[in-house]
């Protein structure tokens, strides 16, 4: 059997651009030289802007939260094995989770959604004294890990809870959901 590779979304987002002059106009496109204007959305593969974590306005929408998805796996899961058991269920949860993002990505609610590889391929950092040692193996000796994620730009709470359940019907399994946090002024 071919290797399955994780699920990787490169997201061509609707962003918007909101300029330094503080007027409060918006611009549909990502100009190319972004200067001191701030972007909803970066280049192609690039993490969120870090300036409005915890909410953003867009057009016609007061104010958005950005909230992430959490899903999990045994620890001793193997996308292959699995795949390989379920067969028609995993195809079928793949297509589903396909739709879901093509679906959030048309309403402009999805920042970005990834499947994770294996945790028998992760390795840890963590520090040491004054050294930083690097070992193999996820961090924490846990029953279930972390295995994909969704970021989702919402209009509140409940929406957010509504996507989850989407996923939760469709893999029975719960989903941890997380506000994304405002990083602290210092």
């Known amino acids: 059997m071919a290797a399955i590779t994780p699920m990787r979304y490169e997201l061509v987002y609707r962003g918007w651009c909101e300029t330094s002059g503080g007027d409060g106009r918006r611009s549909a496109a990502v100009p190319e030289n972004l200067g001191e204007s701030r972007c909803r959305r970066g280049a192609i593969g690039s993490d969120v802007s870090g300036e409005v974590l915890s909410g953003t306005r867009r057009p ?3 104010f958005q939260m950005k909230y992430m998805l959490l ?13 390989a058991e379920k067969g028609d269920w995993f195809k079928e949860m793949v297509t589903f989770m396909h739709d879901l993002n093509a679906g959030l990505m048309a309403s402009g609610e999805l920042v970005t959604a990834e499947g994770l590889a294996d945790a028998k391929d992760a ?7 004054d050294d930083v040692v690097t070992t193999d193996g996820p961090f ?4 279930e890990l972390l295995a994909g994620f969704w970021i989702v730009d919402v209009a509140s709470q409940e929406r957010a809870e509504e996507i989850a359940g989407k996923i939760v019907r469709f ?16």
């Open 171 to 186: 893999v029975k399994a719960p989903i941890e959901i997380r506000a994304v946090g405002q990083a602290p002024e210092v």
């Open 60 to 62: 016609g929408r007061m």
């Open 123 to 129: 390795w840890t950092v963590r520090p040491e004294g």
């Open 71 to 83: 899903t999990y796996a045994d620890a001793d899961f193997d996308v292959e094995s699995f795949a």
């Open 140 to 143: 924490a000796e846990s029953k």
